[in-house]
């Protein structure tokens, strides 16, 4: 049953090698003679120059031996770290992933009837052309602009769906790196730890402009403003459409229109990560309304989809790159380069999440349950947002304000602490966050609002 | 009003799937689809095999199941039976724990994170790929970063493998080079080495310490066996040393659409496979994040499960006999019409695809007067034919071969 790993591999001369030919050699579950030596020597190796062939990897050594262990995902790794705790009152505030009260995964419910309908109609499991589901794509663009909107009238939106946020922000990043050149994104201070990933491996060079401002757990707004015009004509500047991330801080309308302003006034390309729409206030409509404000400026514009949360198909990776252009041409073009970049990098996209999403937008009764789902949804991460801030306040007899926790929007919450208190929040109260001081609202419980409230109080006046 | 992507021009469609959506065009009753590798039923219908039917209503009717993100490397269970299906389940790499595996997005998507780790982290940044070959693979390691170079490998006169010149071509690569290899039923033209000539292939890329990155896309799908289908990759890993190998599921159990497939990479020592997956990782987050979840379960339902597993085999093994039962008929017809020329080609080559030597002039001719699709390079899916269709194919190979064009 054992291979003869080494013989087959260090026999440099011939008197050795013809003793091999009655070896048998089992590879699997299949057995042949060795035939090493019979029949016709490939012409290279003659006797004199088998003595210098060395059959086997030279010194045993891996090419890979000089690579080193790369550090866990800084995100990613925090569930890995928390699968890991057994302590009792461990809490997960790592990843952004709805839990129910019980602090369960949910799958929706018109999820799972999409499912059993999409089994019962026998669909089949062949390829989608490189731009994804047709029927997911129209639905998604409709979704996002609204169907009446003109960019969608007039065709002027390149749609092709793509692997959830990442895979989108990836294909985008691929076409700003091939057809603009030098052209730089701008990303907000902080951002989503893994937006900076996505740039770098596609090469596509960014800097940061000023967002989150510590002093007031607030929006920069001047310092946003003033980074967005100094920055060259022509940068991608990458807003959250909502619910921004880590840090739940959206600008208000007024905010968006001279957000808007500047970036006209420079020509630059507003780039929008959509990964909340609906999960953030609840509302569909109201979550894209930045976006429909700079396609109704008739700005050219990205937007990236994701459908990871608002109906929680985080694992079937769906969501879809969106282009706006001045003309249903440009659109027809810039799709063309969308499929010649996704080609090489995986083909085509998966078919099943596509086609959770066209039944579940495309079936009117369904559409209507999943908003109704999304604002339960979002109804809960408010109610323990509520929550939390008054068991805050309830102990913190300081009189420090506490509501900026109210006013942020969205499965996230900055909690304003640093590295040195974010990392006592999980040595101490076994409570798993991210390092920026990011809570997942969505992973927390009315249950567990007040011991939450005793690690924040706890890690923020006793820990520098 | 003026566009920021006024340079951006039309790109021309894919040119393996735009045949295809050339054929959804074409309003013939007789049009008929040999582009894409696609399996066909003899009813010209695709086909989604009973086990997978089973297998996504178990994993639909149990309750417990979850949509929460897969780690990065994907769904444990599917990696672990994976590599156990092509290195074999006795495998000492995989015994040794040398063997890093991670869920990629089909043969595609596994071929371009292997590019990518391997342009990243190794030496050699040369790609050595057969020609001709599948006419993604170049794009792929291009955008993955490395420079492409090829080897002789298909003999047009023979309609047969070149070895002296694939031998002599890879034994003049730089040390160290990464070689691409068709694990079995070599796409476009199904011409495959004997194992005595991978056996040569093995110890002349073991000399120069050639890099094999194996593309397995139609294991089980060739020959209608397993084992058979994975022996080449399995004589490189039985020789202790490293290899790269893509999987993809797209073929064998029908799941094109799921994009299901594998990259596991064979490295001399544990500690070195586990360093190698924690790199693949960070090719993989700023990609996609992680894999998809759907097709992944289905093949890991299938293949922990005795009966499921059999059943796949069974499945597998008529789809294989099928289609090289279409060899055989075509090849007859082609005979009863004394067709001129040498046609055994056919009954020789393997797996899904036919290069059947037609040139792209004869190619456009079928096109256009027999609303046959393929690829301009000749090449035919035998998987879209049927008894009912293989007369007008020979018909139209016929007109074009003796100059009715």
Known sequence: MAAIVSVVSSTPNAAAASSLSKEKMKLGSCNFNSLLWQGKRPSFATPKSLSKVTMSVATNVSRFESITMAPPDPILGVSEAFKADTHEMKLNLGVGAYRTEDLQPYVLNVVKKAENLMLESGENKEYLPIEGLVAFNKATAELLFGADNSVIQQQRVATVQGLSGTGSLRLAAALIERYFPGAKVLISSPTWGNHKNIFNDAKVPWSEYRYYDPKTVGLDFDGMISDIKAAPEGSFVLLHGCAHNPTGIDPTPEQWVKIADVIEEKNHIPFFDVAYQGFASGSLDEDASSVRLFASRGMELLVAQSYSKNLGLYAERIGAINVVCSSADAATRVKSQLKRLARPMYSNPPVHGARIVANVVGNPVLFNEWKEEMKMMAGRIKSVRQKLYDSICAKDKTGKDWSYILKQIGMFSFTGLNKAQSDNMTNKWHVYMTKDGRISLAGLSSAKCEYLADAIIDSFYNVS | ?405
């Open chain 2, 1 to 405: 009003m003026s566009s920021v992507f006024a340079n951006v021009v039309r790109a021309p469609e894919d040119p393996i799937l735009g045949v295809t959506v050339a054929y959804h065009k074409d309003q013939s009753p007789n049009k008929l689809n040999l582009g894409v590798g696609a399996y066909r039923t003899e009813e010209g219908k695709p086909l989604v095999l009973n086990v997978v039917k089973k297998a996504e209503q178990m994993l639909v009717n149990d309750q417990s199941r979850v949509k929460e993100y897969l780690p990065i490397v994907g769904l444990a269970d599917f990696n672990k039976l994976s590599a156990k299906l092509i290195f074999g389940a006795d495998s000492p790499a995989i015994q040794e724990n040398r063997v890093a595996t991670v869920q990629c997005l089909s043969g595609t998507g596994s071929l371009r994170v292997g590019g990518e780790f391997l342009a990243r982290h190794y030496h050699e940044h040369t790609v050595y790929i057969p020609q001709p070959t599948w006419g993604n693979h170049p794009k792929i390691f291009t955008l993955a970063g490395l420079s492409v170079k090829t080897y002789r490998y298909y003999n047009p006169e023979t309609r047969g493998l070149d070895f002296e010149g694939m031998l002599e071509d890879l034994g003049s690569a730089p040390l160290g080079a990464i070689v691409l290899l068709h694990a079995c039923a070599h796409n476009p033209t199904g011409v495959d080495p004997t194992i005595e000539q991978w056996e040569q292939i093995r110890q002349l890329m073991r000399s120069k310490s050639l890099l094999p990155f194996f593309d397995s896309a139609y294991q089980g799908f060739a020959s209608g066996s397993l084992d058979a289908d994975a022996q080449s990759v399995r004589i490189f890993v039985a020789d202790g040393g490293e290899c790269l190998a893509a999987q993809s599921y797209a073929k064998n159990m029908g799941l094109y659409g799921e994009r299901v497939g594998a990259l596991s990479i064979v490295c001399k020592t544990a500690d070195v496979a586990s360093k190698v997956e924690s790199q693949l990782k960070l090719v993989i987050r700023p990609m996609y994040s992680s894999p998809p979840l759907h097709g992944a379960s289905i093949v890991a339902a299938i293949l922990k499960d005795g009966d499921l597993y059999n059943e796949w085999t069974l499945e597998l093994k008529a789809m294989a006999d099928r289609i090289i039962s279409m060899r055989q008929e075509l090849f007859n017809a082609l005979q009863a019409k004394e067709t001129p020329g040498d046609w055994s080609h056919i009954v020789k080559q393997i797996g899904m695809f036919t290069f059947t030597g037609l040139n792209s002039e004869q190619v456009t001719f079928m096109t256009n007067e027999y609303h046959i699709y393929l690829t301009s390079d000749g090449r035919i899916s035998m998987a879209g034919l049927s008894s009912r269709t293989v007369p007008h194919l020979a018909d139209a190979i016929h007109a074009a071969v003796t100059g009715k064009a």
